[in-house]
């Protein structure tokens, strides 16, 4: 069964950071391109980063770019995303997303979903 475990999340001041893991399992997760999404109240999920399944493409949404960066350790089965900089509009739910190869910007390419973690940053 294929298991996406996001963690990190919580409350921090604007400019603060935060380190986003996403924990897989159930398949061969160094074939996976991997994506970070969020979701905001009353928003629809937006797309934030990604990276392929070799580690060698990565991709960010203009409004993170400078600020988040997307790695992996396919040895730890795991995606990070570091966010720096934090500001308030970036509060949201973020939730991991895994596909076969090569990442997308598109949510519904996406097979597998976290749960999702909530950060929240204050003015």
């Known amino acids: 069964q294929v298991q996406l475990v996001e963690s990190g999340g919580g409350l921090v001041q604007a400019g603060g950071s935060l380190r986003l893991s996403c924990a897989a399992s159930?398949?061969?997760?160094?074939?996976?391109?991997m994506g970070w999404f969020r979701q905001a109240p009353g928003k629809e999920r937006e797309f934030v980063a990604r990276?392929?399944?070799?580690?060698?493409?990565?991709y960010y949404a203009d409004s993170v770019k400078g600020r988040f960066t997307i790695s992996r350790d396919n040895a730890k089965n795991t995606v990070y995303l570091q966010m720096n900089s934090l500001k308030p509009e970036d509060t949201a739910v973020y939730y991991c997303?895994?596909?076969?190869?090569?990442?997308?910007?598109?949510?519904?390419?996406?097979?597998?979903w976290g749960q999702g973690t909530q950060v929240t940053v204050s003015s």
């Open positions: 990276i392929n399944w070799n580690g060698g493409s990565t």
């Open positions: 159930g398949r061969t997760f160094s074939n996976d391109g």
């Open positions: 997303a895994a596909k076969r190869r090569y990442s997308t910007s598109e949510a519904l390419t996406y097979d597998y």
